[in-house]
């Protein structure tokens, strides 16, 4: 692939202001014609490694900016599917069963998440009031997942999940992320929901998958108004 | 067509696209010829006229020879070149500090021809400078002419100075040291084998067109220790001529300013007063080879008195002629000041301890000649590799040693910046690779900029604000007129954190009410070391630059270091 100067400057890191006035100076092996910028790849490459510089093609550049990129719940909600009558009696056979739902982790994994989950109940619980829990690992799961995961578990009765406001939890949602800042857009998106009354008392009416996911999706166009 | 294109341009040949350091060398010889022949040239002009005038010598008129050709050569100059008088090395110095080695094309005929008449006529000045910025010149163009880049064209220019000089004294050392120490500044293997292979090129057309002959021959002097210690006085006598001379052609030149009269008629009162001490001495005139040449050999037969007379005449005249305009260099006039005065201190020293057996008298004019390159340059290697070679006296390199370091510490503890380089340093336009003055000016304030600040206008409320901090990711964001899109001031968030958090505030503050208007601010052709000096002076991370009373974005420390950074690790690595 060829590379422009311009994107030359991108790889560096730097102003295009600046290669130009290097190129002039002869500080990098980029020669100058009366109509064209001649170099090659392989040397730059070189170059940019002897002086330490950094030195990236342009798609990774971008790939990384892709990663960077947020999702919103619905996709998430969707990869993690819905799941009602739970059963479980307690936090921990409650957890259990969810993640033993799972279908998209291996068996090793379900039983790592279920301790990571556990974990995080024993420092404070994830129950955020109204009857609603967010159980979620304490550190991002980077190694196991692509894209970050909400699993919606309704629960056949509720149980006692140490809540703030000590009500009794009837849906959980499981959140898993791949990175601390997609754990944290999420949360504060999910949260947007939650603040909302009429999202509470729609949960309560233990809707089916497809409703539940029109509801999300209202709720993330007002939310997305409301950004912009 | 096409071939005619492709011979207007060589640098789209393939040949020379193969490697960078094999191009530099075949250019390098090119340049080394052109510089050789170049300084050939000067040197036949010059005998030419001294042969033309040398019938009249017994005349009493004659005193305004050098009057006039001052005045022509200052004519010249000035009217017909359109170039500055002086020698012109600073002037390459400081091309090669701050343009990358550019020159014109003209400056590599120009002070060839107005030399030549200062110094033919009989001016008291050298033709080794003009010889240098014609060589550079002539590497410069070359350069051009094969489109190089900014380093290899001062790599040129250096090859150039160092065909001229290895040339015009038969010297191919000392003139790779000097193009190396003076005129480049920088020991790298990149620059040193092309300029010395322009010296041997220029040494072989000079051999080829005017014999391989050692300038200044003499016989052979032995030396005991007693006379390297008296080599300590003599680097001090010679230091002191130095620094009178950098004094009196820096006193001069001020004085030749006040005098209320065009360029040429100042140079033709500085003519005028060197042909009246050529009168009584006529060893002052000209560029005074046979003085050294007579020196050397022990022949020159004067008394002490006459001796330290000459050689101050040689400072004053040298003073006077370049120092109100004529046009030629100073290191033959240092050759014979350096020589006269060491035969002044022999004088002195078969005075003072006659019954001491000191070596020849010729070998202390050799070492004075030392001295005075070594101390007028402040570069030391030049001095002795330079005088080795052109007495082709070996066995006088312990004591011309110790003359040069002397020399050169002694003057430059109180001149710090040599003859050359006083006028670059005052002006701060010395700047040797490397250095962080080297770096600031070459990075630009428009390579710093930071665009991504988002600008508000001065009617918005705290709590619209607040909202455009989320989407932040500076903690500046500049207010402009809603109408002219001027800047009026910068807020920045350390400013307004308090209010931040203060509901009742959001909608009772204006931004214009808490932005800060007493801004220090940056134009993108600022000087970037002027910029980094405000900065420090106020305490300020970042500054706004405008464009046209408009901002145009941030310019803040922490980029600067990371381009800085990036800068001197490009400039200073030891490749390429």
Known sequence: ?228 | MRIFQSWRYPANWSIFRLDDRLLLILTAIIVGVCSGLASVVLNRLLMAMFNWFHPLRHYWWLFVLPAIGAALSSLFLEKIVKEGAGHGVPEVIYSVSRYGGLLRFRSSFSRLISSALTIGSGGSAGPEAPVVISGAAIGSNIAKYFSLNDRQRVTLVGCGAAGAISSIFNAPIAGMVFAIEVIIGEWKSVNIVPIAIASVMGTEVSRILQGNQIPFSHRLFHINHMDILACVGLAVLTAAASILLTRLLRSMDKIAKKVPAPLWIRASIGGCAVGLIGLFLPEVLGKGYHVVQTTIEGAFSQGLAIVGIATLAKIVATALTLGWGGSGGIFAPCLVIGSLAGLTYHHGLVLLWPSASWVNEGCFALLGMAGLISGMLQAPLTGIFLIVEITGGYEVILPLIIVSAITTSLCHYIEPAAYYMKDLVNYGHLLRPGTDARVLSDLNVSELIEKDCIAVSQNMLLRDFIDIVKKSHRNYFPVEDEETDHFMGIIHLDDIRQYLFNPVMYDTVFLGQIMNTKVEVVHPQDDLADVIQRMDANRLFSMPVLVNNKFIGLISKGTLLDQYRKELMVQTSQSI
Not at chain 1, 105 to 124: A, V
Not at chain 1, 188 to 213: G, H, I, M, Q, W
């Open chain 1, 1 to 228: 692939m060829k590379l422009t100067i311009n994107e030359v400057a991108q790889c560096l890191r730097l102003p295009i202001n600046t290669v130009e006035r290097w190129i002039r100076q002869g500080r990098i092996p980029i020669q100058k014609t009366r109509n064209a910028y001649l170099f090659n790849e392989a040397t730059l490459k070189k170059w940019a490694a002897m002086y330490r510089l950094p030195f990236s093609m342009p798609e990774k550049v971008k790939s990384r900016r892709y990663e960077e990129k947020f999702e919103n719940l619905l996709p998430a909600m969707k990869r993690g599917g819905v799941l009602h009558d739970l059963n479980g009696d307690d936090v921990e056979t409650a957890l259990k069963s969810a993640v033993e739902h799972m279908a998209f982790l291996s068996k090793t994994s379900k039983k790592d998440l279920y301790q990571l989950l556990l974990e995080r109940e024993r420092l404070t619980s994830t129950g955020i009031g109204k009857g609603v829990a967010i159980p979620h690992p304490r550190d991002p799961l980077s190694d196991t997942l692509e894209n970050p995961v909400i699993s919606t578990c309704f629960l056949k009765k509720p149980i006692d999940f140490g809540a703030l406001d000590d009500r009794p939890v009837f849906v959980i949602f499981i959140l898993l992320s791949q990175s601390t800042k997609i754990h944290l857009h999420l949360l504060s998106r999910f949260s947007f929901c939650v603040r909302d009354n009429s999202f509470v008392k729609f949960l309560k009416t233990y809707p089916d998958e497809a409703s539940f996911f029109t509801k999300i999706a209202d709720f993330e166009r007002q939310l997305d108004r409301e950004e912009t």
